[in-house]
């Protein structure tokens, strides 16, 4: 019989990871692990096994511990759902450690402003009309998800980069050939990439050459003392704002409207009372399960993490969803209450890489949901909620089609 060596006896059998997905509800399995394994072993279908940690105090340590890195996941093979690994890009703010990321952060702070987020939300709110005046011309039944959820944060994209009103149904193919539900072929897919990339590039010349309003401008402009940001992490930076930003708010807006829908007694709150919006998103983005742990943090030394030594090379991933629903920190956590305060969820990341995107996502979140039920106060689901279907196959949850009526 071979020898036990000493990984053997620190790393149990893993256990299969993702979980099973019903709805946007968590698996029984995260309350049972929070309980008696904060952080266990687990396999993901593609990849080397990890640890995965379930506990909202121990997730808040491990994302903001600078022993853990993100440049370390690239040219690994990383725990991951699906064959393609978004963390090889070396470029991408997402895969770097500081100093190189504080720098990035840094400069692109200075264009991703509050402010700027703010001046968008009047035209977003005007887009969004826009889009619920034509689903009222063509009459119900409509599908939310494409008449809806994936126009408006498309449109506000384009409006944030400065895409010119002519490039905008162009730009959108592209970007929809990019993001995991298109059924685009993996050719398809990468030729989406690159078209974009070069797009984007053609863009930030433009800027250079005449200065406008939007965000690419403030990119291009963004200066710390003698430092600014190169041409190439001009394009990367603008391709992650859009594959970052694109999809995730788009079901988003779906899954919040599904929520409220099927809870007729927080709808009626909101429905009385608007000025409970931003604080309901908030909730809902802490409730509702959206996409299991990814974004593997690699250990650069030995750690301690509750109970459990990782050892220096070792994956961890945070479940935010788990965190989420962590009983010790959120009472009754199974519990939509809208109005729910401090609500501190890490659905957006904790850390150096908190979501660069929070405050744009916040705004459009508020802004659609308002929209929506404002404008079609007897909205209902236009079918039994049994028949809708659940995204299987793509890392996000989220309806592949969203039939509504009013
Ligand atoms: C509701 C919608 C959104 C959700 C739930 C979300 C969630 C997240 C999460 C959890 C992270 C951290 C990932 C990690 O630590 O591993 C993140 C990072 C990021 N998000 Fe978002 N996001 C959303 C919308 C957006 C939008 C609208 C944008 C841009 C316009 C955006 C841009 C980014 C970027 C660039 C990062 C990487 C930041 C860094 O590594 O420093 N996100 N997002």
Known sequence: MPEETETDVVSPAPRSYPFSRVRLEPD????????????????????????????????????????????????????????????????????????????????????????????????????????????????PPADLVESFSFALPAITICELLGVPEEDRDTFRRWADAAVSTSSATPVQEQDSFVNLAGYLGGLIAQRRAYAGTDLLTGLVQARDKEDRLSESELIVLAMTVLVAGYETTAHMITNMTYTLLTHPHQLRQVKQRPDLLPSAVEEMLRFNMFAPAMNARIATTDVLVGDVLVRAGESVLCSRGSANHDENVFANPDELQLSRDPNPHVAFGYGPHFCLGANLARMELQVALGTIFSRLPGLQIAVPEQSLVWNSSTIMRGLTAFPIAW
């Open 28 to 139: 029984p399995q995260y309350a049972r692990l929070r309980r008696d394994e904060p952080v266990c072993r687990v396999q993901m279908p593609y990849g080397d096994p990890a640890w995965l940690v379930t506990d909202y105090h121990l997730t808040r340590t491990v994302l903001g511990d600078a022993r853990f890195s993100r440049a370390d996941a690239v040219g690994r093979d990383n725990p991951r759902e699906s064959a393609s690994d978004v963390s090889q890009v070396a470029e991408s703010v997402l895969n770097m450690d500081p100093p190189e990321h504080t720098r990035l952060r840094k400069l692109v702070g200075k264009a991703f402003t509050p402010r700027r987020v703010e001046q968008l939300r009047p035209r977003t709110q005007q887009i969004a009309a826009g889009l619920v005046d034509g689903m009222v011309a063509a009459g």
